[in-house]
Structures are given as structure tokens and as C-alpha cells.
């Protein structure tokens, strides 16, 4: 008696992938280069069942790379709120009104004249939907 087996659905493009860029330890920088740009070319499509699997595996591959060879600093508080209100298309006096902080203190903070309090990182988070310890130096 023959078992029938059901292919599962992107099999062809998952292969297809493989074969142009095989799925493989990345051992050097421009190994790393060469996977990103794969990488960034799947995130510019949509991509069916296959070609989701081979980017989840190829970017577990990068990102064990990366956590070995990359050291990548933290970030400071200031630097972590100027990228939130750019993300999010916020002034300082946009933020200000939102979150109950003065503009003149959003300033300082975003300018790094002024230390974070913890009622400055509790309302940012909230507002944010971040950890509020994201706005902390470690």
C-alpha cells in the first residue's frame, strides 16, 4: 500500500531559495552582507508559505551571527525618545500635550540637558507602549 504525502504549500519556492542562497552558518561579515540583502529583498514582497520559512530560518541564522560577532550599545534615554517621536511623526510640543510634560522639559530630555524621572519614563512608556526601562541607561 503507498502512503500519499501532501506537499506542503510553498515547498517549490522554499527549495528555490535554498538553492540560490543556501541556507548555511554564517561565518564572516560578508556571509552576514550577503544574507541581509537576501533578506531584504524577501521583505520588499509577499511572500507565500515557503519563502516565509526560509526567511524565518535565514534570519535565526543572522541573528546568531550577530549575537556573537555584533555589539550593538545601548542606547541612551534621549536617543530612544528622539527615534519614538521621529517614528511616530511627533514634535516635541505634540508630545508635550499627549503625555502631560511640559515642551521645555521634552526638550531637555531630547537634548540629554536633563535626567529622566520616573515619572518622565512611566508616562512615556505609557504613551509610547513601551517598557518604561527603555528610556533608562543600563
Not at 17 to 29: H, N, S, T
Not at 31 to 58: P, T
Amino acid at each position: 500500500m503507498a502512503v500519499k504525502t501532501t506537499a506542503k504549500k510553498g515547498t517549490d519556492t522554499y527549495f528555490r531559495l535554498v538553492k540560490e542562497y543556501p541556507l548555511a552558518p554564517i561565518r564572516d561579515d560578508a556571509d552576514l552582507a550577503n544574507a541581509q540583502a537576501v533578506i531584504d529583498r524577501l521583505l520588499e514582497r509577499e511572500l507565500d508559505r515557503g519563502a516565509q520559512d526560509y526567511l524565518a530560518v535565514l534570519t535565526n541564522l543572522v541573528e546568531a551571527y550577530e549575537d556573537e560577532h555584533v555589539e550593538i550599545p545601548d542606547a541612551s534615554g534621549k536617543d530612544v525618545l528622539r527615534e519614538l517621536m521621529r517614528a511616530n511623526d511627533l514634535s516635541q510640543a505634540k508630545l508635550a500635550k499627549e503625555v502631560g510634560i511640559t515642551q521645555s522639559t521634552i526638550s531637555d530630555l531630547v537634548n540629554g540637558k536633563r535626567p529622566f524621572t520616573s515619572e518622565h519614563v512611566v508616562a512615556l512608556g505609557r504613551f509610547f507602549g513601551v517598557s518604561p526601562a527603555a528610556f533608562l541607561a543600563v
